[in-house]
């Protein structure tokens, strides 16, 4: 199990998490990732949805129960890409996209999420305050990267 648990979270997790950085991901891709990713687990545990197999007891065989999935993952590198890009000097195109706000109209309807309502929803579920990303260290601690 060591063998795929190096695999998993080398190949399998990074194909998943890949440019999920720099975009917000609706609720529906959310639900693809992680079914992918238990599909990859039971797949690798030889165990079919047949068997009506539990997705935890599934992770426990599989030694990846405790672990952060593929969402937790990409929450971790947004926050922080986010304490990265703040941290940027005012000129920086990074910066000045992130604190852009576009003057035309939007369509009808509910607006999409963007990209810093994701951000914030991750720290509000973190308890993280809005100015800890002035300290690399610190946010480094505070946002799961240790």
Known sequence: ?????YIYQTVIQNILVYGAVAWQI?????????????????????????????????????????????????????????????????????????DWTPWERRKRGRPRKTWMEGVQAAMTTRNLEPDPWRNKKEWRLVSGRR
């Open 1 to 5: 199990m060591d063998i795929f648990i």
């Open 26 to 98: 609706p609720t529906g891709e959310i639900n693809k990732i992680l079914s992918t990713e238990m599909d990859v687990l039971r797949r690798s545990a030889r165990k079919s949805r047949m068997e009506r197999i539990k997705n935890e007891y599934i992770k426990e065989i599989m030694g990846v129960k405790g672990k952060p999935d593929t969402i937790d993952i990409i929450e971790q590198k947004r926050l922080k890409w986010y304490g990265h890009v703040k941290r940027m000097p005012e000129d920086r195109i990074p910066k000045l996209i992130m």
